[in-house]
Structure formats: structure tokens, C-alpha cells
């Protein structure tokens, strides 16, 4: 049966090779002209390179803010600058906080465990939902 | 004007800062590094600008408290898990009046949500609290915070927020 043996290598190829996820972005106009001026100083010809390069450099970043190492650029005269860039703070090991003693009345201690002992939580409100998207 | 938010450094400019609050001007000026990093009594989050990242334009300080159970009412204490009671302080958060209306209080918050987020996750905490100024009080209200009744009618009013309600607000 020689139909049979060229359909039974596609089933193989196609369970062998990892599959592919396509990515699609709706950038702004100043975006996307960024990206055509960064894909042609890096002589990238493909959106599929510039994504990759992009992701490996994102990721080393994240990696290093992680470690809580800082990232410097360093001009020939010796200047540095820091880069800031909010999201990567969020990664930098910062949940080591000092413990404290606060004084409470026993009124405060009655109506703080009302609040605590509530079953249900209270909706976020519009305020927090927005703080915690942005 | 792009701005991040970071932990306090010994270089930081604090000098320059003045958000109207003598009181709150002082603490970054005097001991903000110093209770962070020597007294580890609270840590100090600060906002820069990228075109002076040195600058100080705002900040937060966080700390870690809890309450132990058995200073609970007694009434209270069966509904409470019988452990202390592990909190948040949000205990200062102030803007530079040169960089107010801007967003920024609206960012130093949200930023301290995240971090409340992940130090309960770390260490595990059931809410946040502060001590509100009284002309502020409207402002955390915005947020879900809610007043500890008991607090005296002339000083700051202690606030309340339950980390589930801001891990809800996460979820959308």
C-alpha cells in the first residue's frame, strides 16, 4: 500500500516538532515605525527575529533584576545611567520587610477584628481595580 | 516623564522634597535610610523620574506588624484563626507639591498593593493598614479602605483593607 507511507511521515514530523504559537500586536503608529527602524539597524528581516532577539534581551533583564543586580550603561568618559523601567521593579527582591509594634486601643482591636472576622471580603472598588491593572 | 518606583538608596537625593508635610519632608530627609537599613524598623519606596533618577518625587514606607490574638476582644476570639494576626503598615506615603496631580499618589499606591500582594505570598498577611491624615481619609476610601472605629476624633484615622479584596481587584 504505497499511499500509506508518506501519510504515516507527516504524522510522525508534525508530533516530533514543537508547536509554533502565533503572536499578533496592534501597535500604535509611532510603534510600529520604531520597530521597522530597529529591525533595520539590527538587519533583521523577519518580525519572527526581531520578537526573538527582543524576548532574550527582555529576559535577561528580568533575570538580573531578580538577582536585585542594577542595569548600567556606561558612556567611553565613564558616565553611568541606570536604567529605570517601572515593570522590571516589580521583579527586584523587595518583600523583606521589618517588623513592627503598633499600638492599638481597645476599641481599634474590636473593630479590627470585626473587619477581619468578616467571611467575605468587600468588592475591590473602581479605584483599586484600576490600581492594580495600570 | 517616565517614572519608576524602587526601594530607597543610601544616594538617593532626599534634600530637595517637600510634599507641604514638615513632619513626613523630615522622615525621608533623616530617617528613612537609616530606619531601613540600620534599624530595619520599615522599609522606604521612592518614585524618580528617569530624566533625574536620584531625585526623590514621592515615596511609601511599608512595614510588617501583627496583632497578637489573644489581645483580641474575647467575644471576637473564636472567629479568628488561632494564630497572631500578621498586617501591613502602610505607614507613610507623601508626593512632592511640584509633582502633585499627576498620578503619582494613584502609582505609589498601586505599587504598594503589589508589594503587599507578594509579601503575603511570601510570608503570608491578612490586610493593610495606615494611620490616615484626617483630610486624606476620602482619598484611601477610594482604594477600599475602610475606618477602625476607636481612633482619636483630632489625629490621623487608622484605615483597613483586606489583601483578599485587593487580590480580587488583581483578578478584575
Not at chain 1, 71 to 90: K, M, N
Amino acid at each position: 500500500m504505497p499511499a500509506r507511507t508518506p501519510k504515516k511521515r507527516i504524522e510522525g514530523s508534525t508530533r516530533s516538532r514543537p508547536r509554533k504559537t502565533k503572536f499578533q500586536a496592534d501597535l500604535a503608529p509611532a510603534d510600529d515605525r520604531m520597530v521597522r527602524v530597529l529591525k533595520d539597524e539590527l538587519q533583521l528581516s523577519s518580525n519572527t527575529d526581531f520578537l526573538s532577539d527582543a524576548l532574550a534581551l527582555f529576559r535577561w533583564a528580568v533575570s538580573e533584576r531578580k538577582l536585585g543586580n542594577r542595569i548600567v550603561s556606561e558612556s567611553a568618559s565613564g558616565e553611568r545611567r541606570v536604567l529605570l523601567f517601572p515593570r522590571l521593579e516589580r521583579v527586584a527582591p523587595d518583600v523583606a520587610l521589618p517588623h513592627v509594634q503598633i499600638q492599638w486601643t481597645a476599641r481599634e482591636l474590636e473593630s479590627l477584628a470585626a473587619l477581619v472576622s468578616a467571611k467575605e471580603a468587600t468588592p475591590p472598588t473602581e479605584a483599586l481595580i484600576r490600581a492594580m491593572r495600570d | 516623564m517616565a517614572i519608576a518606583i524602587r526601594r530607597l538608596e543610601q544616594n538617593d537625593d532626599v534634600a530637595p522634597f517637600d510634599c507641604g508635610d514638615e513632619p513626613l519632608n523630615n522622615y525621608l530627609e533623616r530617617h528613612a535610610w537609616t530606619n531601613q537599613e540600620k534599624s530595619s524598623i520599615g522599609v522606604s519606596y521612592v518614585a524618580v523620574d528617569d530624566t533625574a533618577p536620584r531625585t526623590v518625587i514621592g515615596y511609601f514606607t511599608l512595614a510588617m506588624a501583627s496583632v497578637p490574638r489573644d489581645a483580641f476582644p474575647k467575644k471576637y476570639v473564636r472567629g479568628l484563626p488561632p494564630y497572631d494576626l500578621p498586617l501591613i503598615l502602610l505607614a507613610r506615603l507623601a508626593v512632592d507639591r511640584r509633582f502633585a496631580g499627576r498620578g503619582l499618589g494613584h502609582a505609589l499606591i498601586s505599587e504598594a498593593f503589589r508589594i503587599g500582594l507578594n509579601a503575603a505570598a511570601e510570608v503570608g498577611c491578612r490586610a493593610i493598614v495606615t494611620d490616615a491624615y484626617p483630610d486624606r481619609i476620602g482619598w484611601y476610601a477610594r482604594y477600599g479602605f475602610v475606618p477602625i472605629e476607636g481612633t482619636s476624633d483630632t489625629g490621623p484615622q487608622r484605615m483597613y483593607l483586606d489583601l483578599r479584596t485587593v487580590r480580587a481587584a488583581l483578578r478584575g
